[in-house]
């Protein structure tokens, strides 16, 4: 009876031992798997655009000869790619007269723009009295 009861307890430490070691392999192998699933996440780093506005203002004053102020989001992210529009318009009046639209292309927030004209509200013409 000593010898069974001997070999039970031999048998159950060995059991144990084995849940303990595959627990611990499971949970090994499913954390990898997790890391592997998830995607790293890439951080967005935002840029002021001051520079872009006071460089778009300063070119256009001069091209155009009166004075003009560019709105551009205040922050943009510096990935490269990124675009975005500023409005430009004549500070007299407040009337926008064109569209910059810039590119940021290098890896320090380098960029560069163009501009357009501003389309021009059509007309809408009121039908003649009958």
Do not use: H
């Amino acid at each position: 009876m000593k010898t069974l009861v001997n070999v039970l307890l031999g048998l159950i430490a060995v059991a144990v031992v084995a849940a303990v070691v595959l627990f611990f392999t499971t949970r090994n192998a499913e954390e990898e798997a997790n890391e592997a699933v998830a995607p790293p996440t890439e951080k967005i780093v935002y840029i002021s655009t001051k520079g872009v506005v006071t460089s778009i203002e300063r070119r256009l004053t001069a091209k155009v000869g009166i004075p003009l102020a560019a709105q551009c989001p205040k922050e943009v992210s510096d990935k490269i790619g990124t675009t975005f529009r500023c409005n430009v318009r004549r500070t007299s009046d407040d009337r926008r007269l064109a569209i910059a639209k810039v590119t940021i292309n290098g890896p320090r927030g380098q960029y560069k723009w163009t501009s357009k004209p501003a389309p021009r509200p059509t007309a809408t013409a009121t039908p003649a009295p009958s």
